[in-house]
């Protein structure tokens, strides 16, 4: 097992966190207090890919470097980018160089907290026992989990696309579907991009027809999101798959090359879905298959008529978006406008257990449309999917305090989380779990403390049992196949064959 020794830093990295915090506090000095702040977060670069590389080494993007590159998007790319290619700031510089400090000092305590519970964890569980840490696919049990998954993410498209509970066309009113349609597919929602990494894996390992099917898997789903007006889920599948691909021990190089080489195919492509989905109308979408592929290929004719503007208009509205929203206003307003939170809201953790279906008008858990709306950001619906990052989420309840306060949770939760299923990544579900983790990792960037009690409470038991659950269909599927051959065909023993289909 690959134990990080802890706490002492290799020596790089130290020298990179320190010059990255010197040179951000010279730069401040020296009027440039933007960029400084911008230098400091992406002096912790190396700590985190260290991170992943001391506790759980062999994904091509760990939970701690998707972490961080969230917050280099927020804190350090976003803001300069509008200053230096936008010219024009669309956030309180101010609060948002406060931001930028506080995200240094909240992701310096989540990798402190992280690697010391993960290491604390992990040789909790290990006690010296033997681990089961290798897969192996050779026999019935990768394989048949991986055949459970694949059957189980088909029926939640179909589920998704008959109901309408997953559809993006046609405007809010396509959307509008009932609690439960869109409990069941949420509910389920990673099951189906989890998977390529378990095809991945088997394509490599096993080749023949688990290459075939993977391929085919790909082409499949990455088609039917993108008729369905999702971008996203191609992407994160696209991961999987690569992720996969490389444990099973192909080349990372060419796999990195190869996931470079897709990035210039979906950047483009981002625009045309994003167009498509505004352009198509409700009709086209529900005329079926070739009518939807008919109206993608005229969004795609009609977006390159105005390519210079568009290209113009979407390059700025991705900047806009990449940057850290709300917690400017944050930083600025707390607490001389808005006086500290404190524990306000917080009962909502005591409704964790309760669902929507039964309690309509319990606590909102997801807390961040309404508190971006409290500074001004977005109308505080679910329709404007605003969101806080955890900086502002800690500073505006408990002041600087609550910064570290809220990423030592999160590492808290990672930590033991990610040492739990990283000792037993032998067995099916354990990595299954493990592949949720690093999926839901970015999600510390935007954490409240509301949300982290609901992932650590409800959120990874309920996908665990999910996949303890399909791994006990597995289970049964086996037996019935064993009987079933054994029940008419035919048995040597010895010398002899032996009939044993039919009973007398």
């Known amino acids: 097992m690959n134990r990080p020794k802890l706490v002492f830093l290799p020596t790089m990295t130290l020298i990179s966190v320190i010059l990255g915090v010197c040179y951000g506090i010279l ?6 207090r933007l960029e400084g702040g911008a230098i400091a977060v992406l002096g912790l670069g190396p700590l985190y890919l260290y991170l992943d590389r001391k506790c759980t080494p062999g994904f091509i993007i760990g939970p ?18 509008q200053r230096y290619i936008l010219h024009s700031e669309y956030f309180i510089v101010d609060g948002m160089i406060l931001a930028q400090w506080g995200a240094v000092i909240g992701l310096l305590t989540y990798a402190i907290v992280y690697i010391n519970v993960f290491r604390a964890v992990s040789r909790r569980l290990y006690n010296g026992k033997n681990e089961r840490l290798a897969l192996s696919p050779e026999g019935s049990k990768w394989g048949g989990y991986t055949s459970i998954l694949l059957a189980i993410s088909v029926l939640i498209l179909f589920y998704g696309y008959v109901s309408g509970a997953s559809r993006r066309i046609g405007g809010l009113a396509a959307m ?8 069941i597919v949420s509910s389920f929602l990673f099951v189906k991009i989890i998977v390529f990494f378990f095809l991945g894996y088997l394509a490599i390992k096993l080749r023949g027809r688990w290459l075939v099917l993977a391929a085919f898997a790909y082409v499949a789903y990455a088609g039917f ?14 991961l999987m798959l690569s992720t996969g691909v490389v444990w099973a021990g192909y080349s990372i190089r060419k796999t990195v090359v190869a ?8 950047v483009p492509l981002a625009g045309v879905v994003n167009y498509y989905r505004s352009y198509t109308s409700l009709t086209q979408y529900e005329e079926g298959f070739i009518e939807r592929m008919s109206a993608f290929s005229q969004a795609m004719r009609e977006l390159k008529t105005i390519e210079k503007e568009g290209s113009e208009i979407a390059g700025r509205a991705l900047i806009i978006a990449i940057t850290a929203e709300t917690v400017d206003r944050i930083m600025t307003m707390t607490p001389e406008v808005i006086p500290h939170a404190g524990f306000e809201g917080l009962n909502a953790i005591f409704y964790i257990y309760m669902p929507l279906l039964i309690a309509p008008d319990r606590p909102e858990i997801g807390d961040g449309n309404i508190i971006a709306a409290t500074y001004g950001v977005g109308k505080g619906t679910n329709s404007t999917f605003s969101y806080v990052p955890a900086v502002g989420e800690g500073y505006r309840r408990f002041g600087w305090f609550g910064i570290p306060l809220i990423y030592a949770l999160s590492g808290i939760i990672f930590g033991t989380a ?19 983790l690093v999926l839901q990792a970015p999600g510390v960037w935007s954490f409240t403390f509301n949300y982290a009690f609901y992932f ?9 049992i999910y996949f303890v659950i399909l791994r006990k269909l597995q289970g049964v599927f086996s037996s019935c196949y064993t009987r079933f051959r054994r029940i008419g065909f035919v048995q040597r023993v010895g010398a002899n064959r032996v009939e044993i289909g039919a009973r007398r």
């Open 27 to 32: 730069m401040s000095s020296l009027d440039m």
């Open 64 to 81: 701690s470097s998707f972490i961080y590159i969230l917050h280099v998007l927020g804190y350090s790319i976003g803001p300069l980018a």
């Open 176 to 183: 509008e579907n009932t609690t439960l349609m869109q409990t």
């Open 225 to 238: 999101e993108t008729l369905e007006g999702n971008r996203g889920p191609l992407v994160y599948s696209l």
């Open 259 to 266: 996931l470079c080489l897709s990035a210039m195919l979906f």
């Open 418 to 436: 990610l040492a739990v299923f990283w000792v037993r990544r032998g067995v099916p579900e354990c990595f299954a779990m493990l592949l949720f």
């Open 456 to 464: 650590a409470l409800f959120y990874v038991p309920k996908y665990y």
